[in-house]
């Protein structure tokens, strides 16, 4: 064999290579799976208020930001937990409207997740705490015959930055995330 053909190949497999592989995801991007839940739009919460059935319902988190409450207006909710949130709402009906509110705040239903690329049926599908990317992936209808099925992409937005990581499918999801299954070389 020549040595520019043996060139070629050598060039061409390490081509090769450098696309198969991608660098780890950063610290923070798994970080964020040990960190108390924070809210953003799209997600509903169950608002109670006891003994007050008039402020006690379901409201949702709108795409500023906001939950939109009787008496008190617009809340803050994006990036707060929902502890935080109850205390902001129990502040705001202290302000003129009850003297001692008590108010809970649970999530009852997640933000969406998406899943595109090679996949049987791409889209929005509804979060579920405990999912893996497995789990996401037969939700989506399963992989396509050309999908890489060992790792996948997941892009999650962690501290205000949008993060993207290849993971194995046994990873954890989050509500939001964007899982992009690629398409195999071979």
Known sequence: MSTA??????LAGSMLAGCVSAPPPPPAFHAALNTEYRLDAGDRLRVTVFEQDSLSNTYTVDK????????VGAVPARGKTPDEVR????????????????????VEQYRA????????????YSYVPGMTVQNAVA????FTSR???RT???TRQVNGQVMTGRVVLSDPVLPGDTISVRERLF
């Open 139 to 142: 939700i989506a209808g399963g």
């Open 152 to 154: 996948v992409d997941v």
């Open 113 to 124: 997740f998406f899943v595109m690329g090679e996949v049987t049926t791409g889209g929005q």
């Open 64 to 71: 500023a930001g906001y939950l939109s409450l009787p008496l």
């Open 87 to 106: 205390a902001e709402i129990g502040a705001a009906l202290r302000g003129g409207y009850l003297r001692d509110p008590d108010v809970s705040v649970q």
């Open 147 to 149: 999908a890489e099925k």
């Open 5 to 10: 053909r043996a060139f070629i190949i050598a």
